[in-house]
């Protein structure tokens, strides 16, 4: 019988092991696929002159644009737009979602329903995408410094530009969706990070070669770095934090016998409920709003719009106060979608559970309410420091690294929940052959 267990633990673990290796593969290679789109340029456009410009970008709207993309708007790719419009749409719908009636109704049809906003998700992704590839088409040659990028403008240039962008968009799209299914991590969020951390190397080497000709101060590089180290030490702490609420379960009667169903436990709620969505969110909505202020100075020759396009830029008191209120609002809004106060009170009330001090029901909603919007406001506080701490330190130092707040937050949260997932399926491994184990004993 001893045999036999062996026997049940080696071939879970093989399944197991077998799994995470499929996935892993099918992962790698939508990242190769990623990336070699990334160097497929759009036709009719200078790549070098856009490439020189991208090199002398430091704290920009459009640098950020880049970052995000993967370098794609740097080289002209066809992944320019990246999946910013699949975020911005999301955005919307999750929106919708608790104010339309119609599509509330359809959220609460389970599955079937979440299918249908699924495609008015996707939708709405290829309107947006429609709108950015032409503001990006008839707005980027306009824009101070890029008049000689396009090599021939025209209405054909603009339509096949439009395609390319269009396409690429969807393509990525329906990529990320086969890596979450597929793959590993949330696929959306993984080409985000792979987009960001591919210019790294490079960015790595420009800086050695400041150093190496004295053109930045290595003791002012190595505070740098002990900031970037601390930034990381701080995101660990705090996506890894949970605020704990005791929880008690009454004794309940069963045909004359009293059970005592756990004394108590704890229902746990994150540090920082939203995790790194509201940062996605405002940085998609600035972008976005960016896109179409630039296309709206050049399709109405106005300098205003223009004007309120360049107040976007990173460091721009208009850029942070619009930055920071984006990332409270989605802190808030967020959470409110994610975690119901009412239904865990009415849950917790079905099984006969309480908070102690606190009655069942309303008064324990409103005290998990009360909790949540402290959380909500230290997180929104928190999230805020970490993605302004670079721009601060740029403003005092004239100091620019690659990897801004934002874009380490993206990276550390998203590489955690990977580190997670790869963990859960060695577990739901481990998990079958305690099962089969039970099993066979009962057989």
């Known amino acids: 019988m001893t045999t036999s267990f062996k026997q049940i633990n080696l071939q879970s673990t093989q399944k197991g092991l077998y799994e995470l290796k499929k996935r892993f593969i099918f992962f790698i290679f939508a990242v190769i696929i990623f990336r070699i789109g990334s160097f497929i340029p759009i036709p009719g456009i200078n790549v070098n002159i856009l490439h020189n410009i991208f090199y002398k970008q430091n704290n920009t709207i459009l640098n950020l644009f880049n ?3 993967g370098g794609s708007l740097s080289r002209s790719s066809v992944f320019v737009l990246g999946v910013m419009p699949y975020i911005s749409s999301s955005i919307i719908f999750q929106l919708l979602t608790s104010i339309h009636p119609k599509l509330i109704a359809l959220k609460r049809e389970g599955e079937s329903g979440q299918k249908k906003i699924n495609k008015y998700i996707k939708y709405t992704a290829l309107t947006l995408s429609i709108i950015q590839s032409l503001g990006i088409t008839t707005g980027l040659p306009h824009i101070p410094g890029m008049e000689n990028v396009v090599l021939q403008s025209g209405i054909i240039f603009v339509i096949v530009s439009m395609l390319t962008l269009i396409t690429g968009t969807m393509f990525l799209m329906w990529l990320g969706n086969q890596i979450t299914n597929r793959g590993i991590g949330n696929g959306v ?19 050695l070669e400041k150093l190496q000709y004295n053109f930045l101060n290595l003791l002012l590089m190595f505070l740098m770095c002990l900031v970037i180290l601390f930034m990381v030490f701080v995101i660990v702490f705090i996506e890894s934090g949970q605020r704990k609420i005791l929880v008690h379960y009454a004794k309940q009667n069963y045909n004359k016998y ?6 108590n436990t704890h229902l746990p709620l994150k540090l920082n409920m939203s995790g790194v969505i ?8 600035i972008l976005f709003t960016s896109t179409i202020l630039f296309w709206c100075s050049y399709v109405f020759k ?7 396009a360049i107040s976007l830029q990173p460091s721009r008191p208009l850029y942070i106060m619009l930055y920071i209120s984006s990332i409270a609002f989605f802190c808030f809004f967020y959470t409110i ?10 849950n917790l009330k079905k099984t006969g559970a309480y908070i102690p001090g606190i009655r069942p029901g309303m008064q324990t909603a409103k005290y998990i309410t009360k909790i949540l919007i402290r959380l909500n406001f230290a997180g929104s506080l928190y999230i805020s420091f970490i993605c302004l701490i670079p721009t601060v330190i740029h403003s005092l130092t004239n100091i620019s690294f690659y990897l801004g ?3 380490l937050l993206i990276v550390v949260v998203v590489i955690m929940e990977f580190i997670t997932q790869v963990q859960t399926i060695i577990m739901s491994s481990q998990y079958e052959s305690i099962m089969k184990k039970i099993n066979f004993k009962t057989k």
């Open 278 to 285: 509201p940062t996605i969110f405002a940085a998609s909505i």
């Open 337 to 346: 979608i994610i975690f119901n106060p009412k239904e865990t009170a009415n």
């Open 302 to 308: 106005s300098y205003i719009f223009y004007n309120i």
């Open 405 to 407: 707040g934002t874009s």
């Open 258 to 263: 009293i059970y005592n169903i756990k004394n």
């Open 189 to 207: 969020s993984i080409m985000i990070v792979i987009g960001i951390l591919s210019s790294l190397p490079s960015q790595i080497q420009q800086t």
């Open 67 to 69: 970052i995000f993309s």
